[in-house]
């Protein structure tokens, strides 16, 4: 083990003994096996991380171990599958992103800077949305050009566009614009008096809308809530045929890079109604586990109702519910005890960001509707100020409400401070961490969010280990591309744009890393005794690899191909 690495976990130590061939487990069925994979596998079993064949019957692992074991579950119609350079690991299970968003990002401009989009400059962003507005169906479809994921920080220019700069790409089509936090968003005028903001309109709750300088009339970016309430009144109502194109789009992308369970969180009412039709309609072949807003849905009887359940009816359930604290450290809206290093235009040298509920009795009251009906509860936090509420809230709603395995879980948590962790710790609160920060924005946070000091330690998985507390890791699609290998090269590399190295003390052995996307993202989801694990009777949710992560020079982890998905014993996506 490299000394920058972590020395965590007893399961590395487990990893040498479990390269002996034995019988992990098998289940004596009747009848032989539908398949059987033969070559490294990869179990994230603590006693046997490693095996050399695994058996599937009827959508469930028959059995794990050995060769000459597993080959003993060979039947007539059984077919082997021969792994050779290649390896077979759990399905990935996505801690927390936003599966319906990925789907309207599928049909939306791609602004995304390099290496996963071509924009670099205001002019470049203006150029695809030229073309995309002349091109895409979806711009009359939809009565609105959407350009997804600009980055302020790797712009040229180093800041927003604005509306007359939108406007020099269309005055007759309104344009939104959204920032790659997904907390922000830029409009043109036309879709800025669509949303009805004007030089009269306060700043919403929980929002900012940033202002011409000099006056009052609206430049065109919109913070928080500002960017949130703007919805509904921009976004057309899909017809159901849009709305299933986009969640097949979203399942496609996924199943492509190798996940199983993904998850919706935040879901607001109308999609929440979309997902429930698909599912009844029989469109997931994808588990889809949605935690709905609590301060939009509190009064949703859906809430109450059979999909909010510990299993799944067609690839759909309800996990929980969701509440949102703060916003983006990038995009400099995440509440800090501490300034930023470089303010946002127009603001003080104090300024820290702010809470998305600036009532914190609000914030408050809806912890603990959620520990009353014993609804798991996510809560986006990425500053120390909104970390800070949550202990406070779920240390008031427990005392309230004791007693339940919760799960409460953060969301994010980019800068964490080390005394919450402990406390996290003491309150059972589960961290869901996203360290493809490093890579994307590693750079931004150390020269121009929080200087190189708090910057080291976004995404602190360090911390966490040592107090052997399980943890799991995740990409916020579509704030990033739910490319499973990126979430696994930052979390064992956290290598930035520039070639940094950002907190190497928070660096993970690609083993843990693999269980952080498993085996305790299952857990995180209460889902640990049928998923995240190749264990006998656990769901057979498989992903084939080109290469084996454990075996390949770490710094390659990021090229690694995902050649097969499997669910249910299934291949739900082959790569071509």
Known sequence: MKPSFLAVLPLLA??????????????????????????????????????????????RILAVGSKS???????????????????????????????????LQALSANLLPPPDGPVKSIAELQAVLREFIAKSPTVKAYGLAIGFNYDDSQLAEQRSPTAEELDQVSTTVPILVIHQSAHLAVLNTMALAKAGWSAASPDPTGGVIRRKQGGQEPNGVLEENAFFLSLPKLLPKFTAEQGLEQLHAAQAIYLANGFTTVQDGRTDPPTLALLAAAAKAGTFVIDVVSYPDL?????????????????????FRLGGVKLTFDGSPQGKTAWMTQPYLEVPEGQPASYVGYPSFPDAKKAADLVKLAY??????????????????LLDDVRAASAAFPGADRRTTLIHGQYVREDQVARMKELGIFPALFPMHTFYWGDWHRDSVAGPERAENISPMGWLAQRGMPFSIHSDAPVTFPNSMRVLDSAVNRTTRSGRVLGPQHRLEPLVALKAMTLWSAHQHFEEKTKGSLAVGKLADLVILDGNPVEVDPKTLKDLKVVETIKEGRTVYRAR
């Open 14 to 59: 487990a990893l040498v003994a479990g390269c002996r061939a034995e019988p992990v487990g098998s289940n004596p069925a009747v009848g032989g096996a539908d398949t059987i994979y033969l070559g490294a596998i990869l179990t994230i079993d603590d006693a046997h991380p490693r095996a050399e064949a695994l058996a599937v019957k009827d959508g």
């Open 69 to 103: 074991d597993v080959l003993s579950r060979k039947g007539a119609g059984t077919k082997v599958v021969e792994l050779g350079a290649k390896a077979l690991v759990p399905g990935f299970v996505d801690a927390h992103s936003h599966f319906s968003a990925v789907g």
């Open 372 to 389: 009353q009906n014993h609804w798991q509860l996510l809560v986006h936090a990425n500053g120390d100020a909104a970390i800070e509420q």
């Open 295 to 315: 301060d939009q849905n509190a009064k949703d009887p859906i809430l109450h109702g059979p999909w909010m359940a510990p299993g799944y009816a067609s690839h």
